[in-house]
């Protein structure tokens, strides 16, 4: 296989994507920088397509910059980490690099940036591209390095800045794709694959292949650089499925065009038919022509329209993806969709190795061959062909971090912006990705209607794609108590929850069943739920009610946590994390519920937890009053209260304690013996139990709660 | 001296107010019960002297309850701190507690408490007090004594009751006096002093005697209950000054009277005047008949009008005694006015021993004589009469805590109230000022409107009454800022100002001049006056300067810190609890400023220091310019911070740092370094110094603040 290599043909020899360990730290030096310089003369060399300055300075499409951007920002870049970093102390070009730092995300289809902007001239980005370059060679050969590289390494900070240009040298090429071609010159070192099919009958006819269960654990664990969505730890079990054994071909994707496909909205999902009724599209983006003449149709390359390949891989977006699979599934009776990234992964399993490793590559992909794509029955890769390589594959798979994610603090906003639910996952590579892009842990996502150089294969599988939107929490309240609840000590004070449930277990012989009343993000639940058969946790709050359960599902909730002035932390949560079990999990049931509106359940209690509740109640007297019939007799009712009372939350005639009563100070704690002297006995004497409520990264709440313990008679 | 002792006429063996220390618990326990006995027995008899119902249940005065009150009141307060205290655990008869409990403080003559009041029947009364007096015995008798009695002994609670007791055994008698003579009847038992002059000429004539210049010490320090306004210590020198030998007779006092006294505004102040035309007032207020009459003059007593005795004491309140002393100074040129409590303390000096001692007393106290006042020149002390006993006497001092006052938690409102420069004291005491009251060391004081068996002694002395109020702080921002800067270590985390000084001693050499920008209530301020020649503390509020310049001139402040609900702490700072000496403390100078406005002094510093600054300039970065200009070359800036950036303080745009430059994070370090960087050298690695500020008795503000130094270049 891959036995007619084109190389030479144009193409630089194909890099290696470097390790990050290793015994020579000099030798580690000498070979970033040569994949800095490789990688930053690819770079330029792709910009010898733009064929005048007005391909510079227009905007291919309308959600993202002129080029002129992107040929100076993959430069800037590098100095903004470096200096955000700490690691250099002077800026190249501050107008510039405050200029050409910040890119536009694509956002959605009618989103216009109506920004005016004064790029700079390009012979004053090529000066200072040269000035970035001898920056960052001086800089890589005086840092300090050590082996192996890590988040921490100033070398980590380079090879993010050069796998950043890779990036962008991917996205860069099809921006120049949906220019006008008379805007571009075809070069002989970016050379497109001569080989195509272009009668439309001869295109390769797809088949299915099944693929048996499988169980899979994703997330990254080579020794190559890799953005902070890739690492984590996802186990999957993954059902039998068939996929397509070839990428769908223009040929194979014209018979949906044919049907009317664009025409139906049947075919498109919400979405879809709001961005078919925007863009009026009819075919897909790269095709020249008209879809109701096929024999004339062309295909936009980078840099030169050619007869149409039709055994080509067609490239279209998610949205048109998608479309195409429901029409193949009615048409075919079969539960024909897009894979999700798990499944692709099963797929991955037929490749063998990793770029690193590759002598040659086993498929169009890492710039090895063309720059271009190529047929899609030219690379076989186990039963498959272009498993990896030729174009991306689109995924159902909405793009999220895996448990354990933690953000890389330089680039915070690298993932997180994409964990919106709406950002799918593309999968194996094209032609043009190289560095991490070409490797099997790399991930990256976009809108559903966005256009790389991607297309799809389809399966049969009865997977459902669970369309869940974890994005971070950025209720203020919501992450607080998660960070409250679930996050690290600070001032070296334990969990609060966890210390609740310490005392509950020293006095609590019988352990049936547990009241947690006003649970909010449930961490006292889970604590009881150790050693507990039954907990409930209620809240008011349907806000925590909601987080609460989705950690039982198992799920991971993210959150935001305030660090300095608009500066923030990215943090998450599970239950997992906090050693508690599915099976523990389960035993809790949680509800809204009001606790001073407690309804008559048959149900009670050995243990009534109520922590920092009474003074947020707005009747708590009636809250006393009512839980005692909810206790078992001989059970125990938990009282933790700092004692904090707000007009904001209880009107002051019901404030239990903290008020003159016949001009006497009457303590809460005095309140509380008097108000359950009847029905309870006190078993302990008060105890002080402290907690932190983080606010930012320097700021405080640091509260001593009273814990009081009674038991029912 | 008091050879013709007249008790056996009807009133009972004087009483002796008990010791706290002793050897013998059982003993003392004894002493208790029998001052506890005698005390309920003399205030009950003293209602014997009432003569219906209707002089039980109609208000004397507008500004009091009706006596019904307070014939409960002083049964009802045993009960209401028994319970306050946890030192028992039922009531007697919750509705006549909470409906007694608070009686109507003096408040300005035209205030009228309109409330309406269902009191209960005497009878109801009766049998409650009954109820109590057994329920009190029971408890001294059960209850855990060990000696010598303080602030935390149960015992200390009863005697707070009996002294609470006596009190209105002296106040329900004045009522009496203001109620009409036909609802009150004489008793055998409450016996009027037969002994006066009727012939007005015949009244002693007063002299001035001299009293050389004096240092004293106020405070207590006696082995007997007292108030918590009695405590603490105040150090006094007080010049040379002239004393009247006797009080002011009734005959004394009609001089001013006959003088159109009453009509002529300038022997009035402000306050004086509003009364005078709010009261109609033409003589004192005992008097009974016309001024312009003399000859038929009566004066009102207990329960009878008697003949004007023109040699007893006249009894007026302070406005009067002080219109009085002006009209005294103009006619005779002399500077004559009211004492100062101090003053009244150099005479006391005269007069041996004190209550608990006397066999006899030497004047007419603590019922030892009669139920009435007696002619001014019954009793010498010394060169003087009267010093002790007869009537009270006004003094110019308006109370207030000595230093070191801390508040008895259980009567938290006895004396804070009256510490708002509008309730001057008493000294000396009257004929039934028993208990407490008799001491040389107690300390009561009225509004200057109001009427006590009181009268007045004049001197001739050039002090000036310093009319400082000195209330307690309510303002919550100054009140936390006090308790942060001067209150105690919470979370044992150490004094923040002395912890940024610290650093400031380990950097700075040259120790001249220093200035601490936002210097808030001003601590860093007087620590860095231990070892620099010259700080100048200086912050944006007023209110805040204000507070630090009183603490220069020595003076106490006094501040509420919210505790639970509505209850507080009563707290104080000054800088002798600090080790401040006044040298130290003139070294600083206080002034108002803006930071973004700094003027351009010529002056220059060694050191600047600004604490929790930074984050609430509008504009820090024009502060860190302006700063540098301030500075000796090889001085040092000291910015701590904890970076809390609000728009509430600083439009966004202002932030430093904490912000997203060119999409990278710039924390607020990263910034100052860069703004700092051309003028400064950064000397130290930054640190972490943490700070707490209280904001209830459990919830707290932990903060941990970023220190960086840096050297003027």
């Known amino acids: 296989m891959a036995s007619n290599k084109t190389v030479g043909a144009g193409l630089p020899e194909p890099t290696h994507t470097l390790l990050l360990s290793g015994n020579d730290v000099e030798q580690k030096r000498d070979e970033i920088l040569n994949y800095f310089t490789q990688t930053w003369a690819l770079y330029e060399s792709l910009f010898d397509c733009l064929a005048n300055e007005r391909a510079y300075f227009t905007k291919a499409i309308s959600l993202r910059h002129p080029l002129i951007f992107y040929f100076g920002h993959t430069a800037t870049f590098y100095i903004n980490k470096l200096m955000a970093a700490g690691l250099i102390e002077d800026r190249i070009d501050p107008h510039i690099e405050a200029m050409l730092a910040i890119g536009v995300d694509e956002m959605s289809w009618d ?4 920004s005016h902007y004064d790029w700079p001239a390009l012979a004053e980005l090529r000066d200072y591209r040269g000035k970035v370059h001898r920056r960052i060679i001086e800089f890589i050969k005086e840092m300090p390095l050590s082996l192996p590289i890590d988040w921490e390494s100033p070398a980590w900070v380079i090879l993010m800045g050069i796998e950043h240009e890779r990036i962008h040298l991917e996205t860069s090429s099809v921006l120049m794709r949906q220019l006008p071609v008379e805007w571009l010159q075809p070069q002989p070192h970016w050379p497109a694959c001569q080989r195509a099919r272009t009668d439309r009958t001869a295109a390769p006819e797809n088949t299915l292949v099944s693929l048996p269960e499988t169980t899979l654990t994703l997330g990254k664990t080579d020794d190559t650089y890799g953005w902070d969505n890739e690492y984590g730890r996802l186990d999957c079990d993954i059902k039998a499925f068939k996929a397509s054994k070839m990428l769908v071909s223009n040929a194979e994707f014209y018979e949906f065009v044919q049907a009317g496909g664009y025409q139906d909205p049947q075919w498109w999902d ?3 038919q709001g961005w078919l009724s925007f863009s009026k599209a009819e075919m897909p983006t790269f095709w020249v022509g008209a879809a109701s003449k096929p024999a004339i149709l062309k295909l936009r390359l980078l840099a030169e329209e050619v007869p149409m390949p039709w055994d080509w891989p067609v490239e279209v977006n998610q949205l048109e993806a998608a479309a ?3 029409w193949k599934a009615e048409d075919t009776g079969k539960s024909i969709q897009l894979p999700t990234e798990a499944e692709w992964y099963v797929l991955r399993q037929q490749v063998e190795g990793d770029q690193p490793g590759w002598d040659q590559a086993p498929g169009n992909i890492n710039l090895a061959w063309w720059a271009s794509s190529c047929p899609v029955d030219r690379f076989p890769q186990g039963d498959f062909y272009d498993i990896v390589g030729n174009v991306w594959q689109w995924t159902t798979t909405p793009i999220s971090g895996f448990d354990g994610f933690k953000v890389h603090p330089l680039y915070d906003d690298f993932s997180t912006p994409t964990f919106d639910g709406k950002h799918a996952i593309i999968k194996g590579g094209s032609w043009i990705s190289t560095g991490n892009e070409a490797l099997k842990s790399s991930r990256y996502a976009f809108r559903r209607h966005f256009f790389q150089h991607a297309g799809f294969r389809y399966v049969v599988s009865t997977h459902q794609e669970k369309l869940t939107v974890n994005p971070y929490e950025t209720d203020l309240l919501v992450s607080q108590y998660l960070d409250f609840q679930y996050g690290p000590r600070y001032f070296n004070v334990p969990n609060y929850a966890r210390a609740l449930v310490d005392i509950a277990e020293q006095v609590v012989e019988k352990r049936g069943s547990a009241l947690d009343i006003g649970c909010a993000t449930g961490r006292a639940s889970f604590e009881l739920a150790r050693t507990f058969d039954q907990v409930t946790g209620m809240d008011y709050s349907a806000r925590f009610i909601d987080v609460a359960l989705s950690l039982v599902r198992g799920e991971e909730r993210r959150y935001l946590m305030p660090e300095e002035g608009e500066l923030v932390q990215y943090c998450q949560a599970s239950l997992s994390e906090i050693g508690i079990t599915p099976e523990q999990a389960k035993r809790v049931q949680f509800v809204q519920g009001d606790a001073c509106n407690l309804k008559p359940h048959s149900e009670s209690y050995d243990l009534v937890l109520a922590s920092n509740l009474l003074d947020r109640l707005r ?3 009636r809250f006393l009053h009512d839980i005692s019939a909810k206790i078992v007799s001989g059970g125990v009712l938990i009282i933790s209260s700092p004692y904090t009372w707000l007009e904001e939350f209880t009107p002051k005639e019901n404030w239990i304690g ?13 309140a509380l013996q008097r108000l359950l002297d009847g029905d309870f006995e006190e078993i302990n004497p008060p105890l002080d139990v402290p907690f932190v409520i983080r606010e930012t990264a320097r700021k405080h709440q640091h509260t001593v ?8 008679r």
Chains 1, 2 share one sequence.
């Open 111 to 114: 989103d216009l940036d109506t």
């Open 658 to 670: 903290g008020v003159r009563e016949n001009g006497e100070a009457l303590s809460s704690y005095q």
């Open 705 to 712: 709660a009273q814990v009081t313990v009674w038991r029912k």
């Open 324 to 326: 195409f699979c429901r």
């Open 619 to 621: 009747d708590p007297r």
């Open 270 to 272: 919400e979405e879809g």
